[in-house]
């Protein structure tokens, strides 16, 4: 399995982004996705999780602001980020989960403006 993430970049405060994350070598209706974030010095958080039914779960802090959907037909996972703030930056990566395996993908930098 392998993830590949995309769509960061530099966003001033109060902007929008919107993340992909692209699966291959499985098929994404199989794995539940997430997000993470890790900025210096901090350590990887979760930012938002979709299971496999399609239920989903935010980190408080993006709660209202982000949105996590996925594609299953072509295998992509997003990340609509609005209303972004400077606590936001960091690099974001995709994890794809299944019992006790677990996929990491190279992340994307987010970097915000105030």
């Known amino acids: 399995v392998q993830l590949q993430a995309s769509g960061g970049g530099l966003v001033q405060a109060g902007g929008s982004l919107r993340l992909r994350c692209v699966l291959s070598?499985?098929?994404?209706?199989?794995?539940?996705m997430a997000w993470y974030r890790q900025a210096p010095g901090n350590e990887r958080e979760l930012v938002a999780h979709?299971?496999?039914?399609?239920?989903?779960k935010y980190a408080d802090s993006v709660k209202g602001r982000f949105v996590v959907s996925r594609d299953k037909l072509i295998d992509a996972l997003w990340l609509q980020m609005d209303k972004i703030q400077p606590e936001d930056s960091g690099v974001y990566y995709c994890?794809?989960?299944?019992?006790?395996?677990?996929?990491w993908g190279k992340g994307t930098q987010v970097t915000v403006s105030s």
């Open positions: 994890n794809a989960a299944l019992f006790d395996r677990s996929h």
């Open positions: 979709i299971a496999v039914g399609g239920d989903t």
């Open positions: 070598g499985s098929v994404m209706r199989i794995w539940n």
